[in-house]
């Protein structure tokens, strides 16, 4: 069984300390390809060089959070335009709006997130399609008329770590865009909706990450002592989701994967 994980935040310092390790424990639990979040200024540089370092096994994103809006200036573009001239950084974003935290103003967040797709846009128009890794938290309508403004221009696009409600999984869909799921899935407190949402998504839109260190699934037994999560529990998370849409793992990872490289352009 060969996994794709198409978002993981290997940059973040909880792994700084044992980098090396992570991804060997990941190789050995079947992940044959890591695609790295670039949510920032700071950090996509990092998810670029850590792929460099790693060819043909890691790829990153290029982009700026909701969370890091207010950093996005002329001067950030430019970086972020550079950073795409790489073959290495496979996707726009992680970019998007996020009303549920609020840590940056909502007209930054909006200016941010249109600057990106006005990124994306760009390079369709000069021959170089790269798909969109999108966020959206409690900002549907307005995430929707901001996409919707782009309508035609943009190459592939994943709302990754999806968490939300029926009707825009379904927006989604009837768009075509591909859906990310989690270990959210496992969480009993959060996530229980999404155990019958799944069967809906059609083999051909369905990703799987663990946005690691973050959402460890909670029905992981033991669980990590550190809390941390971390690319080789994309197996447990691929385990889940196929007893949820009624598969075989063997069939849910396979599909899964094939869509990744296909989305992300990746070597087989």
Known sequence: M???DIGANLTHESFDHDRDAVLQRARAAGVAQLVITGASREHSPLALQLAQQHPGFLYATAGVHPHHALEYTDECDAQMRALHA???VVAVGECGLDYFRDFAPRPAQHKAFERQLQLAADLVAAGTVK????HQREAHADFMAAMNNFDGRLGPAVVHCFTGSREEMFDYLDRDWYIGITGWLCDERRGAHLRELVRHIPAERLLIETDAPYLLPRTLKPLPKDRRN???FL???VEELARDRGEAVAV???R???NARRFFGLPG
Do not use: D, N, R, V
């Not at 798909?131 to 999108?134: D, E, T, V």
């Open 256 to 258: 899964s994967s094939a």
């Open 252 to 254: 849910t990872a396979e």
């Open 131 to 134: 798909p969109l890794f999108l």
């Open 235 to 237: 197996t447990h998370i």
């Open 86 to 88: 790489h073959p290495e």
């Open 230 to 232: 971390e690319p080789m």
């Open 2 to 4: 060969q996994l794709i």
